[in-house]
């Protein structure tokens, strides 16, 4: 607009311009306007080397002028061979030239943000110049051309195109801000695995619930639902089996549940079921008791399944309780029903609270089984990563009582409650040590190591340091050989015991190993200081290391922190070749787990077979580390 009323108009409308003269003339102003723009455009959004930018877009200001002077001068006919116009085209290759050579200046650097407002109002600049050009033309008293007209008109198109586009990817912007709050809000609510609500939904909604209730009186109650024995199924069929299999239990669970219900999953095989509309919630725990005791189709095979449901409500007569107090009742009574032999459900009362009747009928039982050393030991093969050596081995507590398997996750807490745990780890150090001995002197060396587990609040407990050098010496072992196992909860609940006892066994030649690591995550403060060979990275801390990008970067981590702290590196529970392999990767010193043998009865462990195979690197166990 501007070139055709200073110069293109003049020419043209002065006419004998040859067609060919007037493209010439036109494609230099546009060469220009089209330089102009990359420059504006360059130096406005570029956030880094602004110091070339401004002497190249300079450069291409200076010619650009130039070039517009010289059409001109030519068409008003003043122009001659030397003129200031030549300046223009020296000073703007000289300035380019420079903006070549020039470093950037990074002090220069700006934030991109900087650049929003001037991008943002460079259209209008656009509008302002031909509002100008048109004003002018008609306050120096020349009629407003058609081209001119014309020109003006495709600016505002233009503005106008722009500004519409904007509006609309405005629009879209909006719309995946929105969609990616809803996920994220989705993500933050519900379980990814079930759809169903997650834990904090679910407090949430029994806290909301509660408050309705102070008001109107009417009961709630929460139905607190474990599934019987779903780690064996994800044990023996896989993960992806599990998974399955728990997308198929809220499945059924959505049958019962009313709508007006909040069916939950609360992590694992936990679910929970709110009911806050006066329904009987003991027909709703024997309707879940039911549906989930049929068999489940699981790839084509049926998996058989049960459930232990536990109920607590709260009425008028029950007074004020809290999410977390409704939810932990409910638990209680959950767990009431596994003691009494699962696959059943149980409204809570005031006597289960601590549970102590049950505790007390097992105490009892498990008193005698310690007295009668029927409590027994297992081991777990723990192996080298790098060269697949036999490290040692871990041993394990089992209990068999009435014809059935007590897991050590359930009688160990009821010895730590009942003042029996220094009488079952008094038996496990001795049935450890016993083996070690044996094992060594098959072995005819003794570098082999074997771990037993100490419960937390033992540490704290003075005879310790006594038992277990009675259990080493009376077995004629070197203390060196003995891996205590300890939980980090040991070092939090009693800081200055748990240290006074540890540096005493250490003194000894006694190692200890930090259990768990990972599953609780206190931090690592606390190992700061604290005398430890190794540290046992928890089996859920690897679960998803071979699968998971991000569980494997903070494994790498971790393991950086550990090896600062100059320990060595567990791995627990590596059920999968690929777990193995990243645990390799990460530089772990040593791997326990099914995939490299189950805890086992000492009678079937071929110690010395163990041995010479890793040592002459042989079998199929080996040639998997
Ligand atoms: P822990 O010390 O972390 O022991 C490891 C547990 O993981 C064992 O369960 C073991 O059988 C299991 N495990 C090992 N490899 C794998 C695997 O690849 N996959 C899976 N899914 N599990 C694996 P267990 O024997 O049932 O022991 C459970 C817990 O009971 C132990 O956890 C330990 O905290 C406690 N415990 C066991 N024996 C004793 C004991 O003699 N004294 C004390 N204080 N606690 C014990
Ligand atoms: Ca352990
Ligand atoms: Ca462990």
Known sequence: LISWSTVLGPTVRAGGASLFAVVVSVAYPIGDILLLTVA??????????????????????????????????????????VSIVDLGWCVGFALIGLGGVVRSDDALASSPDRAVVPASVLPYAGLLVAAVVVLSQNLMGRAVDRPSVALSTVVLVLVLARQFTTLTDNRELARIVNARETELRHQAFYDGLTGLANRALFINRVRHALELQGRDQRPVSVAFVDLDGFKGINDT????????????????????????????????????????????????????????????????????????????????ETGTLSADDLLSRADIAMYAVKRSGRNDFRQYTSDLRLAEGDDMVLRQALADAIQQRQVRAVFQPIFNISNGGLVGYEALARWRYNGADVPPDVFVPVAERTGLIAALTSLMLDHACGQLAAWSAELGHSTMLMGVNISAQELGDPSLHQRVLAAVASHGLAPDQLVLEITESALVANPVTARMTLTSLTDLGVTFSLDDFGSGFNGFSQLIGVPLRSVKLDQTFIADIDTDPASRRLLEGVMLLIRHLGLR???????????????????????????????????????????LASDVGLTADTARL
Request: aromatic share 4%; glycine share 14%.
């Open 569 to 611: 590196v567990v791995g627990e529970g590596v059920e999968r070749p690929e777990q193995l392999e990243v645990l390799r990767a990460v530089g772990c010193d040593a791997a326990q787990g099914y995939l490299l043998g189950r805890p086992a009865d000492a009678s079937v462990i071929d110690v010395l077979g163990q041995v």
């Open 237 to 316: 069929l896989g993960h992806a089996a599990g998974d399955e299999l728990l997308v198929l239990v809220a499945r059924r669970l959505g049958g019962i549940a009313r709508s007006a219900d909040t069916l939950a999953r609360l992590g694992g095989d936990e679910f929970a079921l709110l009911m806050e509309h006066g329904d009987d919630p003991s027909a709703m725990a024997r309707a879940v008791v039911e549906a989930l005791r049929g068999p489940f189709q699981l790839n084509g095979r049926l998996v058989k399944m049960s459930a232990s449901v536990g109920v607590a409500t709260v009425g008028d």
């Open 40 to 81: 504006v455009l360059a130096f406005v959004q570029g956030s880094r080397r602004r110091g070339p930018l401004i002497l190249v877009s300079l450069g291409m200001g200076a010619m650009a002028l130039s070039d517009g002077a010289f059409a001109y001068l030519t068409t008003s006919g003043s122009f001659s061979t």
